[in-house]
């Protein structure tokens, strides 16, 4: 059983800051691909950041310059830093993992969401 707990979000007024954690625990053999997609009410879920298993890392062209999405191999954490936020980053924030619990088995998951508010 693998396990995805997010923090980090919150209320924060524009131009501020925040920075979300993703703590991956459970039965762990490696951690792949990872990455943070963002839901509004009637939207779809949409892809912030990501970190291929391999290759580059690649960014939602309304976060460049704004967001860094980061990974801890030796705690198996994920972060996104959000720097000079706006309202319409206003959302949950999903993280999204493939684990690797053995040799042969990878799963895909996802975090319980944490609501990010960006509001004056």
């Known amino acids: 059983q693998v396990q995805l707990v997010e923090s980090g979000g919150g209320l924060v007024q524009p131009g501020g800051s925040l920075r979300l954690s993703c703590a991956v625990s459970g039965r762990i053999f490696s951690i792949g691909a990872v990455g943070w997609y963002r839901q509004t009410p009637g939207q779809q879920r949409e892809l912030v950041a990501r970190?291929?298993?391999?290759?580059?890392?690649t960014y939602a062209d309304s976060v460049k310059g704004r967001f860094t999405i980061s990974r801890d191999n030796a705690k198996n954490t994920v972060y996104l830093q959000m720097n000079d936020l706006k309202p319409e980053d206003t959302a949950v924030y999903y993280c999204n993992v493939n684990v690797a619990t053995d040799r042969w088995n990878v799963r895909n998951y996802w975090g319980q969401g944490t609501q990010v508010t960006v509001s004056s």
């Open positions: 970190i291929p298993s391999g290759g580059s890392t």
